[in-house]
Every structure is written in structure tokens, then in C-alpha cells.
């Protein structure tokens, strides 16, 4: 009987021990998704942000967010970091097209899935590049401005950070139709181009001192809302308020149907930063359970907006 009782008591001990096991120690951890934003300065790439670590936690992964500051010599670092906590994935608004590009190498060497999102990055082997259709979404602008002044104007163009993709197409397809030098049927004249870095208070500081040079300003196009906003305030310290400048932005941010509310800007061109952010998480979701991949390079349209929200 004392045989038996012994039997009993160590088979059960073993399955104790094995549900403790599986309770404790046996938990699977959770994978970790990376996402490297360029500068979170800037509210717009909140709804970026916020989009990415909402599906990602709603999938079950845990999220890493790091901010580069608007500081391209902090990714390279901050991808480091991410690999020596042993990620996932990585998801990447690049702060630069080049300096990034040897940190994924070592991601993409260990085949772990990058998606870059709003901008490119010079490297092989990137999963997909998930962005705004910025060429259009320039055109969309120039159009607008058409419709909205038939017979043209002197227009100022603020462009963003040099070299990356947004500056480029946006400035790109809004030239395309409105400067003249490239399409002859323009009415319109672009008196100055200045560089406002995507960020307000460069935005403000060249407006400031182009205002000084110029009396006659019709229209000016910001590559994006926050430097739009920083016009804005530029105007209004200047006392020009009443000249009827046209002050055209580029995101869809709250800060700019605020204003286009407050008459102060008149449109915006949107991008769907929810969409990009939450179908970005997908693609690394897919690749790492089914090893599903998707297309190269996928573009999202842009529309223009200036509804009093």
C-alpha cells in the first residue's frame, strides 16, 4: 500500500512540476517589432506612429519606438540597439537615404524583414518600400493652384530636408506644372525657394526673411504642414495677414485644417499615414509567419483637402 501511495504521490509531483513549467518557463516571449521614426518632432508622424505600435500590439507583438530627433546620425545607433535586443522586424521612416544603409545590412544579413515607410533607403534587400505617392500628391498641389488662380501668380516654394524622397517628388511634380521652365503653359512665377527642413522654426525663420525680400507674394507652397504652420506665424509677425497669401501645406495634420479653419492656410495635400503605418506592420506579420512578400514598392495616393475639420 505504501508502494503504492509512493507511486501515486511522485507521479503526481511530476505533473505539478510539468504545469509549472508550462505556466512559468514555458510562456513563449513575445517578438519584437522595431519601428525608427525620423522625428517625432513633428505631430503628423504621431498618426504614423501611433498606427504602427496600435496593429503591432493588436497582433501580439511588442513594439520598440525609437526617435531619431530629426538627427540622421542617431539611426544607424538606434538600429544597433534594436538587433541587440533581438527584434523581429524592423519598420523605418529614415531620417537619410544613405546613413542607414549599413546598420540594416547587418538586419537584413541576420533576415530580419525591414519595411521602410514615407521615405527610401539606399540598401538591398529591403522587404518592401511602403510610401506616399509624393510625385502625384506635387502635381495634385500644382493643379489645385491652377484651378484656384487661372490667370498665375509669384509663388515661393519651401522645400523640405534636401536629398530625401518626400523634397524631391513633392517639389518635383508641384514644378512640373506650375514653374514655367518646365511646363510653358504656366502662368505662374517662382520668385524664391527656400529650405525649411520639415520642421517649423527653420519653416518660420526663412519665411521671415523672404517676406523681408519680397513685397509682392502670392502663394507658398511648404512641403509639409509643420513648416505650412511656421508660414503661417511668419506672416503674422510680419503684419501681412492681409495680403491674401495662398499658404498651401502637405500631410492632411490637424495643425493644418486647424488653420485652413482659422482662414489662415487655404488646403493641404493628405497622405493616409493610418494605412501606411498599420499595412506596414502586416507585411512583416506576413513575412514572419507564412514568409509572405510583398509588392517592392507600394505607392498611396494622396488627395487635396480644405475642409474646416
Not at 37 to 65: I, S, T, W
Not at 171 to 189: A, C, M, Q, T, Y
Not at 225 to 232: E, H, K, N, P, S
Amino acid at each position: 500500500m505504501k508502494k503504492i501511495l509512493l507511486v501515486l504521490l511522485s507521479a503526481l509531483l511530476i505533473v505539478l512540476a510539468a504545469c509549472s513549467n508550462q505556466t512559468s518557463g514555458g510562456k513563449e516571449e513575445k517578438k519584437k517589432i522595431a519601428l525608427l521614426m525620423a522625428d517625432l518632432g513633428n505631430p503628423f508622424f504621431h498618426v504614423l506612429r501611433d498606427a504602427v505600435v496600435d496593429q503591432g500590439e493588436k497582433l501580439g507583438y511588442e513594439m520598440l519606438v525609437y526617435d531619431g530627433q530629426n538627427d540622421a546620425s542617431k539611426q544607424p545607433s538606434q538600429i544597433e540597439d534594436a538587433l541587440q535586443k533581438g527584434v523581429s522586424a524592423i519598420i523605418i521612416n529614415p531620417a537619410d537615404e544613405s546613413s542607414t544603409a549599413n546598420a540594416l545590412k547587418d538586419a537584413i544579413a541576420q533576415d530580419i524583414p525591414v519595411v521602410t515607410v514615407d521615405r527610401s533607403v539606399k540598401v538591398d534587400g529591403v522587404l518592401s518600400y511602403l510610401v506616399t505617392d509624393n510625385l502625384k500628391g506635387g502635381k495634385l498641389v500644382g493643379e489645385w493652384l491652377q484651378k484656384k488662380m487661372p490667370e498665375g501668380g509669384k509663388v515661393i516654394h519651401m522645400q523640405g530636408v534636401i536629398g530625401t524622397a518626400p523634397q524631391r517628388e513633392r517639389g518635383g511634380g508641384f514644378l512640373s506644372v506650375i514653374d514655367p521652365k518646365k511646363n510653358p503653359n504656366s502662368k505662374f512665377k517662382v520668385i524664391d525657394t527656400a529650405v525649411g527642413n520639415f520642421s517649423m522654426a527653420p519653416a518660420e525663420a526663412a519665411m521671415s526673411d523672404l517676406l523681408s525680400k519680397h513685397d509682392d507674394i502670392d502663394v507658398v507652397f511648404a512641403q509639409n504642414d509643420t513648416m505650412a504652420a511656421g508660414i503661417v506665424r511668419a506672416i503674422e509677425t510680419a503684419g501681412r495677414q492681409n495680403d491674401g497669401i495662398v499658404v498651401i501645406g502637405f500631410d492632411g495634420a490637424k495643425e493644418a485644417f486647424d488653420l485652413i479653419k482659422e482662414g489662415k492656410m487655404s488646403v493641404t495635400a493628405v497622405q493616409d499615414f493610418k494605412f501606411i503605418g498599420s499595412e506596414a506592420v502586416n507585411y512583416v506579420n506576413d513575412y514572419l509567419k507564412d514568409g509572405k512578400k510583398p509588392k517592392k514598392k507600394v505607392l498611396v495616393d494622396v488627395y487635396m483637402s480644405d475642409e474646416k475639420k
